[in-house]
């Protein structure tokens, strides 16, 4: 069992941790660079997928900025009740918790920029592609669907790649990090390292689950809408089958996302994934 003062001190130095890893949000910046680029005229196809790519890429960034706030408030109000607490034993209970949820905030905030190196990275291939376009290039021009579907399926596969990635890791975190395990124990010297673990895989590994949901989503909105297209004007066709060639770049960014922070958990409780 840990003394009072000890646990007041680990306290001020997961506040400072907190401070020193407030993201900076370069989200405005981007998608003011982004929606200028969409609104040029005579892009040619691949500029306009990249670009719509990367806004689809920046709404899935702001609902993780979104999720950190609302995991950095219950924070600052966990650390305050944890430090105001008399019984030293819930007081350690309390601290565990703290710990879990900062080792969570760690790692969506590396999964939030996963995907902002991906929005960034997908800005400069439409800069290059832009440049490189030839000034008679044909705007109209749009691959058949013969071309798109496979593109579609490659990401497609990506997203299920990154599914079974995490289902492995799962498997693993839970062998070695049983969440049964020392359940009823208490909280002791022995096993404090085990259930900071075995605690803060299985929130990491709930969130992955869940933005991995995400990238699922648009992947088979993606996927499955391309058939539903042939009927449209062929300016309508175009704009409907660009968005979603956008939507399975956004699925396989946001799957690599999901997949990296668990294998980064995973890494920091010493488990090579």
Not at 144 to 150: E, L
Not at 157 to 173: M, P
Not at 236 to 247: D, F, P, R
């Amino acid at each position: 069992m840990q003394n009072k003062s000890k646990i007041s001190e680990m306290l001020m130095e997961i506040m400072r941790f907190h401070a020193a890893h407030q993201s900076q949000n370069d989200g405005a910046a981007l998608r003011l660079s982004l929606k200028t680029l969409q609104a040029r005229k005579g892009k040619d196809h691949r500029t306009t997928v990249v670009v719509n790519a990367a806004l689809k890429c920046l709404d899935e960034h702001t609902w993780l900025q979104i999720e950190l706030q609302e995991l950095r408030s219950k924070l600052f109000f966990s650390a305050h009740e944890t430090e105001n607490c008399k019984d030293l034993v819930e007081r350690e209970q309390l601290m565990l918790d703290v710990l879990v949820n900062t080792k969570l905030l760690s790692c969506i905030d590396q999964a939030a920029n996963r995907v902002s190196e991906g929005i960034k990275e997908y800005l400069l291939q439409a800069i290059t592609y832009t440049m490189v376009q030839s000034t008679d290039a044909d705007e109209n021009g749009l691959p058949d669907d013969s071309i798109i579907a496979p593109q579609l399926k490659s990401l497609s596969e990506v997203v299920s790649a990154a599914q079974e990635k995490l289902a492995a890791n799962i498997y693993t975190g839970q062998q070695i990090f049983p969440a049964s395990a020392n359940q009823d124990a208490g909280i002791t010297s022995d096993n404090y390292e085990f259930l900071v673990c075995s605690k803060s895989l299985a929130a990491v590994f709930a969130f992955a689950e869940k933005l991995l949901n995400r990238a699922t989503s648009l992947g088979e909105v993606a996927v499955n809408s391309l058939p539903m297209f042939g009927n449209l004007s062929a300016d309508n066709a175009k704009t409907q089958k660009q968005w979603l060639l956008a939507y399975g770049l956004t699925a396989a960014t946001v799957a690599d996302a999901a997949n990296s922070m668990t294998k980064d958990a995973l890494l920091s409780c010493g488990v090579n994934a």
